[in-house]
C-alpha cells in the first residue's frame, strides 16, 4: 500500500462534464486517481479517461524547454529544432508578432485561444490578442463543436450556454438526446440520464441515426436518415400544434412569432416528414406526444446537431419545440448543448471567441469597449469582430492572415480537408505554438513555447453546465515548462515595451488575473477564489456575492427579451452520397479517446484502443467483402486513408462511423471545408465517400492482432470509488 505524499483536488482535463478528482501523489507521481463521494458534479463517479487517462503528464515526449525550427524557409518538411532560452524565444515571438502587426497591420495575425486551457489562460491571452496586437482575430475550437448550437440559441433566445444543471437530471421526466453518444462523450452525464430512466421512470427519446447504447434506455428510438434532423423536429412541431399540445400562456408571456411560425409548419407533416428521414409517421406522432405532454422536459444535444451545414436550422428547430411546449426556464426543463472539451463553456466566457469579451459582451458596443479599454491601461481596442477558426484558415492561404499564434489547439487534426489546412499554413510568415506535446501543427511551427499540463498549474475551469470550478497544481512543471498565464505575461511586457503602451501584464498568480476578469463581468462578478474554495464551485450568473449562482437560466426572461420563433426551410448543402462515391461518412468520438489524440495517445488508454476502426453494418460490409478487422480504403474527393474495418450493427445501413483522434488514419483527410453560413461550422458529419477492401499498411507486421471490440456491448463505462 502506498501512501502518497499529498491528495490534490482538482477538475478533469478531458470532458465538459468537468468532473472532481483527487491525484494521488507520491514522489512527484500521479500513482492513483480516485474521486471524491461528497463532491458535485460527479459524486464520487469518474469514466476510464479521468480514472486511467492522466499518466500523460510525465510522458518522456513532453515539450521540456523553449524549440525554435531551423528549417524556417519550409514549413511542410520535417522540422528540425533547436533549444532555446526563454529569453531567446520570447524575444523572438514578440518581435515577429510585433513586425507583422506594424506591417501589415494587427488583423493578419490569428490566435486560436484553448478548450484545455484555464480561464484566467484565456482570459490573459484574449487580452495581449485585443489589447497588443490590435484584433479580435481569436477564435476557438468550439467553433468546430458547437457553433451551429451558439448560432441557433443566440438568434432565438440570445444565450447560447446550456441552460440547465447536471444536478437536474436524475429528477428529468421526459427528455431527448439527439446528437449525442453521450455514454462515450459524457459518460458520467449518461450515468445520470440512465438513472433517470431506470429510478425515476423517466421516458427518454433517442433521435439518431446510430444505434447508440443510450438507445437500449429509450421509450423510443428514432432513427432518421443522417442530414435530416430538421424534418423529424419540424413535423414534431406540426403534430403539437394540430393536436393542440403546445402552452398557450407560455407562448404569449414569454415568446413572439408564433402564429408566422405555425403557418410555415403546415405542409410538414409526419407522412412528409417519413418519405425524407425514414422515421415512421406514427413514431414522429408519439415523440411529439410525449414531449409536449410531459410536465417538465428536456432537450441534450450534441456535435450531431451543430457540426452541419444546416447545424444553425437543427438548433433553431429545437429550440422551437421547447418553445411552444413552454419546457424552458425551470428546473428539470431546457436547453442543454453537451459542450466537449473540459473549458470549452469557459474558453468562450473568458472571450476566446471574435465578436466578444468577457461573458458574451460584444466589441462592438462601445460602452463595453470603453470598460474594458479603462481596466486594460487606456489602449484603444478593435471595434470589428474578428475572424472564426475555419476563417483564419483560409485567410491564410490567401496572404491575409501572416502570423498565427496556436495555444493548446491541433486545427491540423481539427480542422476539414486537412490537405487543405496544411496547404494554407505553409503560407504563413510566423507560426508559434504553445502546448505541452509537438502534434500535427506544432510540426508546422516556427516555435515551440513549452507549457504546464492541467495538473502542474492552479486556476479554474467551466464546466458544461456553467459551474466554474478549481484546477489545481500537484506536481512540479516538467523541464523549463511553465503555466500559460505566466508566459503571456512575459510575452505582454515584451511586446508592451515594443509598443510603448501598458495594458497590464504583472499578474503574480491565477487569482489575480480572475479578480480582474471578474472586475469587467458583471456575470461572474459575485465569484471568488475564496468562495470557490468554500463552496466547490458556482454556476454564473452570480452577480454578487451574495448571490447562490444560476443551476438554472431563464426564470424570468430570456437575455434577448422574448424567445424568437424562427421558420426553418428543409434543406440540405451537405455532399451527398452518389454513384462514384455511393457511403456516407459520419465522424466523432470514442469513450477512450479525446480530440486528436495528443494526451490520451500518450497514456495507458492507447494500449486499449490503439488505431482507428471503420464501423460498418453488416449489409454493407458484406457488398464491400470484409469482415471485421480487414483492411479497407476509405476515399473521398479530397482524400484518402487505411485503417480496419469494424462490421457492427451500430451503423445504419449506408452510413460508416470513423472517430478523429487518429493522425495515421484522419478522419478530416476525407471531410470538406464546406460550412453553416450563419455558424461558419464544417460539416463532420457529411461526407461522400466510397470504400474498398485493401492490403495492411506497410509496417504493420504480419499476425498482429488488433483488440477489436465492438463498442456496442459497453454498459455502464463509468466507474464509482
Ligand atoms: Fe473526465 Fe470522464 Fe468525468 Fe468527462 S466524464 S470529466 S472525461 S472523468
Redesign the pocket.
Known sequence: MITPDQTVRT?????????Q?NLHIKDNFIYRVS?PFDAAP?YG???????F?TDYVRHPGRVKTPLIRVNREDRTAPPVWREATWEEALELVASEFVRIRNTYGGDAIAAYASAKATNEDNYLYQKLIRALIGTNNVDHCARLCHAGSVTGLQLSIGSSAMSNSIAEMENLDVFIVTGSNTTET????ANFLKRAVRKNGAKLIVIDPRHIEMTDFSTLWLRQNPGTDVAVFQAMAHVIVKEGLYDPDFIAGRTEGFEDYIESLEELTPEWAETVSGVPAEKIREAARIYASAKKAAIYWGMGISQSTHGTDNTLSLVNLALMCGHVGKAGTGLNPLRGQ?NVQGCSDSGGLPGVFTAYQRVDDPDIRARFESVWGGVPLNATPGLTATEMVDMAEIGKVRGMFVLGENPMMSEPNQNHARHALSHLEFMVCQDIFINETGEMADVILPATSFAEKDGTFT?TDRRVQRCRAAVPPVGDSRPDWEIFCDLGRRIETRLGVRAGFEFSDPAEIWEEMRRVTPDFWGITYDRLEREGGVHWPCPSFDHPGTPYLFAEEFPRGRGKFWEVTFGTNSEQPDAEYPFNLTTGRVLYH?SGSTMTGRSALEEIFPEAVCEICPEDAEKVGVASGEWVQVSSRRGAIKLRALVTGRSPKGTVFVPFHFAEAAANALTLDRIDKRAKIPDYKNTAIKIEKTTAPEGIEAGYEMPLFDRGAIKDP?QVH
Open positions: 477538475t478533469c482535463p478531458y470532458c465538459g462534464v468537468g468532473c478528482m474521486a460527479n463517479m469518474l469514466c476510464v479517461k479521468g480514472r487517462g459524457h459518460p458520467v452525464i473540459n464546466n479525446w463509468v
